[in-house]
Every structure is written in C-alpha cells, then in structure tokens.
C-alpha cells in the first residue's frame, strides 16, 4: 500500500469505530465517545482528520469535497440515535441505525474511492520524466 494512502486507511478506520459505538449502544453498552464528538462533526476523530489535514492534503479532489455533505448526514443521524436511546425508541432507534451504516457505507466507498484516485496520480510520471535536461548533457 502507497504511503499516501495511509491517512485514508486510518480515516476509515475512525470512522468505522464511531458507528461501532451506536451498534455498541444498541446492544446495552455505554457510549463509548463524548456527545461532543456526536453532535459536531469537526470533534470526531475523522472530523479533526477531514477538516485538518485532510483538507490539506487532499481538498483539492472533488471526491474529497462530496465526503462532506456525507459526513454531515452521519452525524445528523448519530444525534437523531442518542435523542432515540434517550426516549428508549428501539424500533426507531434500529432503522436509524440500519440508516447510519448505510451512511458509512457511501463514506467509505467515497474514501476507497478517493485513495484509488490518490494512488492513481501517485503512480503518474512527472511532466518531465525521461527528458533530458540541457543542463545535464552538458549542451548550451
């Protein structure tokens, strides 16, 4: 795997575990994340990723600027999923839940394919690759 497909790797795997702690809650566990990190989407670990240095790094690539409008829905949805454990709404809180991961679902196909367009470019010879510079080859 290209080193500059890490970050996207440990995004996915962030993002992973925080639906995990709503399938967690579901089964009778504590939350195991702040509210904060629920109800704002730059306080999670893939919010702190995505609006640093994932903007940085990759904020340039329109797939890139879609995975927002995505990761915002997520956490409309993990806010709908505590107010429906608050109100003991299991039925309600199951098809959110089914919702949630069909959200991380799209997120993640949206990641893979940003890497995919990461490693793509990564593997692309530079502009000038295999020309002979006229400063090398000793020609004035």
């Known amino acids: 795997i290209p080193r500059e497909e890490f970050p996207l790797l440990a995004a996915e795997i962030d993002h992973r575990r925080w639906v995990e702690c709503f399938v967690r809650l579901a089964e009778g566990e504590a939350l195991l994340m702040s509210e904060i990190e629920v109800d704002d989407e730059h306080r999670c670990a893939f919010g702190r990723w995505f ?32 107010d429906l454990h608050r109100e003991a709404r299991h039925d ?7 919702a ?26 530079t502009a000038f690759a295999g020309q002979v510079s006229p400063v090398n080859t000793g020609v004035s």
């Open 100 to 125: 949630l991961e069909a959200l991380h679902g799209e997120l993640i196909g949206m990641l893979r394919e940003l890497r995919t367009s990461v490693a793509h470019t990564a593997l692309q010879p």
């Open 51 to 82: 609006f640093g240095a994932g903007q940085e790094h990759f904020g340039q690539q329109p797939m890139f600027q879609a995975i927002a409008e995505v990761h915002h829905r997520v956490h409309r949805v993990g806010s709908e999923l505590l």
């Open 92 to 98: 309600d809180y199951r098809q959110h839940l089914a």
